[in-house]
């Protein structure tokens, strides 16, 4: 028995010794780098005392599970003895998931494009005074100089003199940044009138920027951009054909390029080409969420099939790969696999024949370009759609219909052989901010596209949030390994209000409108700027950091201020709360001066200013549960970016502000602001 003790014993011991303090972190990234023999420390008060009390500088490390660069520098640097050294001797070394603390990669990004006057990314290496104040600033850094970048031992060392040799230059420093910093925040302009100028110009804008051969609005590398797209769809059904053409165009060759996957579906964050055909290959679901609900959308403005195929992958994907067991959805698919990125997902032609028919490879390799050059690395194929079936078809002289299921076949067998495979890492813990934009567009495309059982799994992941993630009347962050924890941003609680106004138009229950309206309650109580109006990223008794961001311009994600806005003064329309649509309009105001001078940095913005300037339709059901299920199925794909609606089946109880007489058969009331028509008794006339 002693000897077993003792064995254990030694087992713990040589396992602490081999690991760092991020071994008992439930971050995944975190993880990743527990076995470091860098003296890690995750964010928090005892390195944060550390620093303080030994007069150390910090070197903070910024980054995420899938992010191939970080895993390159991991292997450079943070894994090597000899950098290891250096920095445990200079430093005091933080760790830190961007995906579970936000509010600090925002606060450091910024603090890195005033330092260098450039973008940042990740990985995000900053070195901060004891104070948290940023010093120095870049992203990877090789051991060794290379790629025109210095080595890391030889930028510690000097970081580390300038600290010590020239304090005052540094601290001189730190005071104009956190001033610079400090005039970031949006100023209060008063009163703006409010016109529809700025949605013009936006469109205007995008068409200056747009790629008339591939789609898209930048040069390489592209990323999807959602808000951007989202916003041209909205102006679409407004009569804008420029706009609609820059959506449909742009979103047709993102589905027929490499940057979605077109074996087992789902989009990676971005592509490094101008053709979207090779992607950094992390699939992350804070990028497929708001792009269901935009090829959705697509499908129901142009009845396109590659669309409606488009958006069934992004499903098949999240269902089969991303679905936690509570029904809420992991975070990310890492861009490696056997240390290699994209390795999971590549092929020779060989491959591919060794695995097909000689039927089935002549339609697949026209169809996914494996008879043109290699498109990756010079020596691998990354399936992109090369060639339109029907035109393979004809060149092959077969039946589309023939040619269709060869390619189907095709599809499966090589999806089984790829599956045989070592997968890419995944990130398991679940987000709510990011669980919200995924809700949110499974019901949008839900209802669109008449899936009830893609509805379902929104519900579904609805209840996982409220049970796991909603504790006396606050949400948390992140959930892992049973245990939610970190207290929540405004992106979760603005993400989560919109994702319960698509639910409850998908298949209203009472449990969600009773939640959204606590939703909004606890946005104005712990993060609207009363006074000045605005969010802030923060909540009132979050952690106070070296400033307290107020973001309104979309990135890869929607602007928290925006959906918050546009959420707000949705939910104030619907239920006739002024408190709601004054919030809203005090953030609009608050960053109208900023939109002005960049309208199509603000799309979200631009769409609470659009329903600000018009209320949006507001399309009331009321009836039996069955005729109700048969108009709105009808209506789904009918309907606009502008409408809203809401099936209330008979006996269901509902706010006052949506209470209207009960039938024996489907009626239609359709308001607009406080203006509504006589009820509607025929679903054409509702349709129209």
Known sequence: MAESVQLLTDLINYYAAMTNRLATEPSPYLQQHAGNPVDWYPWGEEALDRARREDRPILLSIGYSACHWCHVMAHDCFEDDEVAAVMNRLFVNIKVDREERPDLDQIYQAAHQLLTQRGGGWPLTVFLAPDLTPFFAGTYFPKT??????????????????????????????????????RQQPAPGGQPELTDVLLGEAVRDLGEAFDPVWGGFSRAPKFPRPGELFYLLRQAQRGDAQARDMALFTLKKMASGGVVDQLGGGFCRYSVDEQWAIPHFEKMLYDNGPLLHLYADAWALSGDTLFKDTAEGIVGWLLREMRAPEGGF???????????EGKYYVWTPDEVRARLSAEEYAVAALVYGFDLPPNFENAHWNPILARPLEAVAAELGLPESEAAARLKSARQMLFAARETRVHPGRDDKQLTSWNALMIGG?????????????????????????????????????????EARLNAYLDDYAFLLDAL????????????MTWAQELAEALLAHFEDADAGGFFFTSHDHEALITRPKPGYDNATPSGNGVAAFALQRL?????????????????????????????????????????LVPPRVILLRGPADALNEWTATLGPKLGARDLVLALPN?????????????????????????????????AAVAN
């Open 651 to 683: 006996g269901l109880e509902v706010p006052a502000a949506l209470a209207k007489p009960e039938s024996d058969r489907p009626a239609a009331w359709i308001c607009s602001g406080t203006a509504c028509q006589p009820p509607l008794t025929d679903l």
């Open 442 to 482: 499974l019901a949008h495309a839900g209802r669109v596209m008449n899936r009830p059982d893609w509805i379902a799994a929104a519900h579904a992941a609805i209840d996982f949030l409220r049970a796991n993630l909603w504790r006396d009347g606050r949400l948390l962050a992140s959930f892992k390994h049973g």
């Open 330 to 340: 992991y975070s990310a698919l890492d861009a490696d696999s056997e240390g290699h």
């Open 572 to 612: 104030g329309y619907l239920l006739g709360e002024p408190r709601y649509l004054e919030a809203a309009a005090r953030c609009l105001h608050l960053f109208h001066a900023q939109a002005v001078q960049q309208p199509i940095a603000y799309p979200t913005l631009l769409a609470v200013l659009d329903e600000a």
């Open 145 to 182: 100089p290379r790629y025109q970048l210095p080595g890391f031992i030889d930028l510690m060392e000097n970081v580390a003199r300038a600290w010590h040799e020239r304090r005052g230059e540094v601290l001189a420093q730190n005071e104009a940044v956190r001033g610079m910093l400090a």
């Open 501 to 512: 106004l698509e639910t409850l138009q998908a298949g209203y229950r009472k449990q969600d």
